[in-house]
């Protein structure tokens, strides 16, 4: 399958039709997990209405955790097999996932300030998340500062593959050292929230997550038509 849609014509082919199914996906579930998360879900007994952040930090963290993890696969891909489109898709999928992470970081820091009586803590999840922030911030600032493209590639999949080491630090940061932080809302097959809160927790991650796929296909169709434009440029310069 992969080997199918490396092909950027079959990608090209494959995204036109996708693309709008992912987005309308994100909005249905958009519209059904708001109301459900802000409105309908139950008041936490200790924290009360402030729980209700969780439905936009939770998904949103995950989703910076998938996004980089997409980033790694394709960084691979890339390294090994050459292929450009998988540059293209790590190169795609960082502005969302940094995106991701700095919704986590603000509305984290929104949370703990009633939860915790602090805004921020320097405890491992939350410098953990911090440091994913900042890679994909210089993840991001490599492509920008070098000009050849192929050069450009090869060291941001570097990069990307040695942030990799980060995703289990900020996995398990909560049970290696202590910290304010809840601990993870999955407990090996169980999870650790009351079962009224796990329907909009789930849907607003799907509307994360098709959004994520919706957003990464078009960053990808508008990065090889622009590719597309220049090498017809060059072609008509000659």
């Not at 809840?182 to 849907?203: A, E, H, K, N, Y």
Request: with cysteine.
């Amino acid at each position: 399958m992969i080997s199918t849609f490396a092909n950027p014509a079959r990608f090209m082919a494959f995204s036109a039709w996708a693309t709008p199914i992912f987005g309308a996906l994100a909005a249905v579930l958009f519209v059904v997990g708001l109301p459900w998360a802000f409105q309908f879900s139950p008041a936490d007994y200790q924290q009360g209405e402030t729980v209700r952040i969780m439905y936009v930090h939770v998904p949103a963290a995950w989703m910076s955790l998938i996004a980089y993890a997409t980033m790694g696969g394709a960084s691979f891909v890339s390294l090994v097999w050459r292929h450009a489109l998988a540059d293209v898709a790590a190169r795609a999928a960082a502005p969302i996932g940094a995106t991701f992470a700095a919704i986590c970081l603000i509305t984290g820091s929104i949370w703990g300030a009633p939860t915790w009586g602090t805004w921020w803590e320097w405890d491992g999840r939350l410098t953990s998340m911090l440091v994913l922030f900042l890679i994909y911030l210089g993840y991001i600032a490599l492509w920008t500062a070098v000009d050849d493209e192929e050069k450009a590639g090869r060291f941001a999949a570097i990069l990307c593959l040695v942030g990799l080491i980060n995703l289990p630090i900020i996995k398990f940061s909560v049970d290696w050292w202590s910290t304010l932080h809840q601990r993870s809302i999955f407990q090996g097959s169980s999870m650790s929230v009351d079962p009224s809160m796990v329907g909009p927790l789930m849907t607003m991650f799907g509307a994360y997550a098709a959004l994520f796929a919706a957003l990464l296909l078009v960053s990808m169709r508008a990065a090889i038509n622009r590719r597309r434009v220049e090498a017809q440029r060059l072609r008509s310069a000659q």
